[in-house]
């Protein structure tokens, strides 16, 4: 009884080894690169990281300064005067006078800094398309709505 035990044993295990058996050997080495490459204790993950967290702000500020510098343009083309220009300064900075606590309180007790970073990131990017589309559209409150959701 042993013997059959031990031949069928055998004959239940593959000879070259099965598709099934090969696919899981290798998607336990992708996780275990991926493990490896991406382990928050590595010095890679840190500085990618810090990399990335250092970016995180270059958009939003690229946006902020460039009406500034476009300034001539926005006037001619709207047909604005360098007060209502200034408006888009003003609205940009409105929201962050107090923004600062609400936004510090949502980050710390509601949303979580990931999920915070993202929600916050996206109004910034919103604000900039609905900007950008003002623009576009010389429609100068569009562009004021905006400026305003940006900040």
């Not at 042993?2 to 044993?9: A, L, Q, R």
């Not at 476009?70 to 360098?82: A, R, V």
């Not at 600062?100 to 970073?117: A, E, H, S, W, Y």
């Not at 398309?129 to 409150?141: S, V």
Request: aromatic share 18%; net charge neutral; charged share 15%.
């Amino acid at each position: 009884m042993e013997i059959t035990t031990e031949i069928e044993s055998e004959e239940n295990q593959p000879l070259l080894g099965s598709s099934i058996n090969n696919g899981l050997i290798n998607q336990q080495k992708k996780e275990s690169i991926w493990k490896q490459t991406f382990d928050p204790s590595k010095k890679f993950y840190r500085y990618f990281s810090l990399v990335f967290i250092c970016l995180l702000t270059t958009g939003p500020y690229f946006c902020y300064v460039l009406p500034g510098a476009l300034e001539k343009e926005f006037e001619h083309d709207l047909d604005i005067s360098t007060t209502k220009f200034t408006i888009f300064t003003s609205l940009y900075s409105w929201p962050n006078i107090i923004l600062c606590f609400f936004g510090g309180f949502l980050i710390d007790r509601v949303l979580g800094v990931r999920l915070g970073t993202i929600l916050f990131s996206c109004f910034v990017t919103i604000g900039q398309i609905m900007f950008a589309f003002g623009a576009y559209t010389k429609n100068i409150w569009l562009m004021y709505i905006g400026r305003f959701v940006f900040g």
